[in-house]
């Protein structure tokens, strides 16, 4: 994913987006924020935010993504 910045070390945690597992990233030095998620075991969604203000922001941004249009995608000889 992104630079963390002159120090270089982002902090990283798990945290739920939609209901989706996740991984957040932030580094507070590149004032840089990520979030990576997957819909329906198929479709991974990536974000960074430049500059992110916390940890907060950047989930939220994830949270504001509407991932229905994904979810209710059938693709064909692909089940659930």
Do not use: W
């Amino acid at each position: 994913m992104g630079e963390a910045g002159a120090d270089g070390r982002f902090q990283s945690r798990t945290i739920k987006v939609h209901g989706h597992p996740a991984l957040q990233r932030y580094s507070t030095a590149g004032e840089l924020g990520e979030v990576a998620f997957l819909v329906a075991r198929r479709f991974l969604v990536q974000l960074r935010l430049v500059p992110a203000a916390n940890e907060a922001e950047v989930a939220a941004l994830a949270e504001s993504i509407d991932t229905a249009p994904l979810e209710q995608l059938a693709l064909d000889g692909v089940t659930h």
